[in-house]
């Protein structure tokens, strides 16, 4: 005897709100990638071959779905981030196009912050890190200009005492950022020269 399996198996309910969180989100998506389109001057179609060329091609169709937000509030991570690459734009610009000064954004259901607070929200201690690994190459960059000025044989002596002051210090300053790196890297990657998340 045969049984209907659609009345064994539960359909889970859909909540409302999450419903709403989730269109309003990938229209904001939709929006900015039209947006971001238009500045470029491009069609759907250019649009579409653009993607095709990095590797993950989005059908024009899908493109003009993703735009007009007519796909149920379903956004693939991977349509987010190829979009992305095709505009010329960070991806976390197409979830809070208003950055830095306009817009707010749902992050997530009922809490609502302003573009500069969702990006930092969305980059969260990444961000910390990409800014202490700038400081680092900046840092890095000051004292090998010092040490070239130093050793150049234009300098006069006087002057190379003085830059050997500036280049202790800037020494101490460089360990100290290389240090916040490694500090930053542990506290997300669990270890300091961890690229990326376990494989395990």
């Given at each position: ?182 500090r930053k890297k542990r506290e997300l990657w669990g270890e300091t020269d961890s690229k990326g998340p376990a494989d395990e």
């Amino acid at each position: 005897m045969r049984t209907n399996m659609s009345q064994d198996v539960a359909l889970p309910k859909i909540d409302k709100g999450a419903k709403a969180w989730e269109l309003t989100l990938a229209k904001t998506v939709g929006d900015a990638v039209q947006k971001r389109r238009k500045a470029l001057g491009w069609t759907g179609v250019q649009l579409a071959e653009r993607t095709a060329e990095l590797g993950y091609p989005i059908t024009r169709v899908a493109i003009s779905k993703i735009e007009g937000n007519s796909r149920a509030g379903k956004l693939d991570i991977a349509e987010v981030l190829i979009l992305a690459a095709a505009l010329d734009i960070a991806p976390v610009l197409l979830l809070a196009p208003g950055f830095p000064n306009e817009g707010h954004v749902e992050a997530q259901p009922g809490h609502t912050v302003d573009s500069r607070q969702a990006v930092k929200l969305f980059s969260g201690l990444g961000a910390e890190l990409i800014e202490a690994q700038a400081l680092a190459e900046e840092g890095e960059r000051r004292l090998s200009h010092l040490r070239e000025i130093a050793a150049s044989p234009d300098t006069t002596s006087e002057h190379r005492k003085l830059l050997t002051s500036d280049i202790k210090y800037s020494e101490r300053t460089v360990q100290t950022l290389r240090d916040d790196v490694a500090r930053k890297k542990r506290e997300l990657w669990g270890e300091t020269d961890s690229k990326g998340p376990a494989d395990e």
